[in-house]
């Protein structure tokens, strides 16, 4: 069965970063779109940020030029580099995992919660 990991989330002040990490198992890492997603109370899930096999990011409007998604496919590993957080980030962020050849393939995790307060 397939697993993704996150870690990472936390509190933060306004302004502040965190990196999120997610690791996935019993998958072949490297030929999946790897993607991380949000969701806040009474809103619905959205795109954050996601990365090609061939390590193509692209990024939601409200958040570009301040977070970076990145992978190693050795550690099987999807990170994102959260920077200038504001109130408005805080959400439950999840890791995403999607065969671009077979649409069956779609897995999620478990997710890690994001709070910027100050």
């Known amino acids: 069965q397939v697993q993704l990991v996150e870690s990472g989330g936390g509190l933060v002040q306004p302004g502040g970063s965190l990196r999120l990490t997610c690791t996935g198992s019993r998958i072949v890492f490297s030929i999946y779109r790897m993607g991380w997603y949000r969701q806040a109370p009474g809103k619905q899930r959205e795109l954050v940020a996601a990365i090609t096999s061939g390590a193509r990011p692209n990024y939601a409007d409200s958040v570009k030029g301040r977070f970076t998604i990145s992978r190693d496919n050795a550690k099987n590993t999807v990170y994102l580099q959260m920077n200038s957080l504001k109130p408005e980030d805080t959400a439950l962020y999840y890791c995403?995992?999607?065969?671009?050849?077979?649409?069956?393939?779609?897995?999620w995790g478990q997710g890690t919660q994001v709070t910027v307060s100050s």
């Open positions: 995403n995992a999607r065969n671009p050849i077979s649409s069956g393939e779609n897995y």
